[in-house]
């Protein structure tokens, strides 16, 4: 019997709510690996994961028996709640809703790989709104100026 053969891999972006620089050097690399894990428990390949104080980057290959939607919604679902678990911010901590998801060709992994794995280096002289909106105009994604992550300057 055939099979289905796929090669689907995903740059997606998310954002702290309120974008507060809640994800602190103390605990980012469990929560990375923490993310990780949940790629994985989904089905999916983990390929990188790294961000920032106030938003996160993920690569991955994604199954065909899996929407973009779904899987992001599980990460954001399953990521907040483990944060939260773990004490980690006063109050509650959520996720901005929606992201941003980017394809990418395999011959393009190890750029985007090491693009995200040097976030810390790459915001000393960009802020995640430049990040942010290079991403989409690079890409060609129209979008709506009311509808991005909450943006703060400063």
Do not use: C
């Not at 709104?129 to 703060?152: A, C, I, K, S, T």
Request: without cysteine; charged residues 25%.
């Amino acid at each position: 019997m055939p099979d289905t053969y796929s090669q689907i891999t995903i740059h997606a972006v998310f954002a702290v709510k309120n974008r507060e620089n809640y994800i602190t050097v103390e605990w980012r690399d469990k929560l990375h690996r923490y993310i990780a894990g949940i790629i994985t428990n989904k089905g999916a390949k983990a390929l990188a994961v790294g961000g920032w104080k106030d938003h996160v980057h993920i690569l991955f290959g994604l199954p065909v028996t899996v929407s973009v939607a779904d899987f992001m919604s599980a990460v954001k679902a399953n990521s907040s709640k483990w944060i939260n678990e773990q004490g980690y911010v006063k109050g509650k901590f959520q996720w901005q809703s929606g992201y941003g998801a980017f394809s990418f060709s395999k011959s393009q992994r190890d750029v985007v790989i090491k693009y995200i794995m040097n976030q810390e280096e790459h915001h000393r002289i960009k802020s995640f709104r430049e990040e942010y909106l290079n991403m989409l105009n690079d890409f060609e994604v129209d979008f709506d100026d009311q509808y991005l992550f909450e943006f703060y300057d400063g």
